[in-house]
T-cell receptor, first 111, second 115 residues
Framework: DAKTTQPNSMESNEEEPVHLPCNHS???????IHWYRQLPSQGPEYVIH???SNVNNRMASLAIAEDRKSSTLILHRATLRDAAVYYC????????????FGKGTKLTVNP | NAGVTQTPKFRILKIGQSMTLQCAQD?????MYWYRQDPGMGLKLIYY???????DKGEVPNGYNVSRSTTEYFPLRLELAAPSQTSVYFC??????????????FGPGTRLTVL
């Protein structure tokens, strides 16, 4: 599976938008981009995923660069509950469902 | 639905002891996974199963065994516990149909300490 690169940490203020970047320059045409997050002392939870087009759901938006070598997870209005480690993960369409977790980005949300 | 449940929540083992970490899911998912997470690190896949009776190794399988006799349960067995197995263990599951992606659901974890 192709590798992803994320900043170690980011900080935001409550009720402001947050843009979490992810670089995946070796992504292949059949790789999905997934985002999971892990709240303190909990198991990871799914946030969003996409292949080529931008995606929106009730939790977040995923903006995918035209060349697919990077993507951005957008939290439109950060809340204290959004403080977590966010993981950007690639998997191959039709391939294994195995998720390979890096260290992710630790998001701190200030009140 | 209870989702993915794990027992116990915490456990302390002595070196050389054995134990089984329990995992159950009530979502009729065909795929199940075991991960471990060391402090400050991401999760690493230990074993996974694509259905009852079928298991395969992940990235870090040494020192562990699994079995899956039913869809619902996927226990993880530690034989001869070592301090290097001190970690938080997460079980996960999802439904796989064709090539479409279905999110993994994770349990709350089991915190294991080996002294």
């Amino acid at each position: 599976d192709a590798k992803t690169t994320q900043p170690n940490s980011m900080e935001s203020n409550e009720e402001e938008p947050v843009h979490l970047p992810c670089n995946h320059s070796t992504i292949s045409g059949t790789d999905y981009i997934h985002w999971y997050r892990q709240l303190p002392s909990q198991g990871p939870e799914y946030v969003i995923h996409g292949l080529t087009s931008n995606v929106n759901n009730r939790m977040a938006s995923l903006a995918i660069a035209e060349d697919r070598k990077s993507s951005t997870l957008i939290l439109h209005r950060a809340t204290l509950r959004d403080a977590a480690v966010y993981y950007c993960i690639l998997t191959t369409q039709g391939g294994s469902e195995k998720l390979v977790f890096g260290k992710g980005t630790k998001l701190t949300v200030n009140p | 639905n209870a989702g993915v449940t794990q027992t116990p929540k915490f456990r302390i083992l002595k070196i050389g002891q054995s134990m089984t970490l329990q995992c159950a899911q009530d979502m009729n998912h065909n795929y199940m996974y075991w991960y471990r997470q060391d402090p400050g690190m991401g999760l690493k896949l230990i074993y996974y199963s694509v259905g009852a009776g079928i298991t395969d190794k992940g990235e870090v399988p040494n020192g562990y065994n699994v079995s899956r006799s039913t869809t619902e349960y996927f226990p993880l067995r530690l034989e001869l516990a070592a301090p290097s197995q001190t970690s938080v263990y997460f079980c996960a599951s999802n439904r796989r149909r064709g090539v479409s992606y279905n999110e993994q659901f994770f349990g709350p974890g089991t915190r294991l300490t080996v002294l």
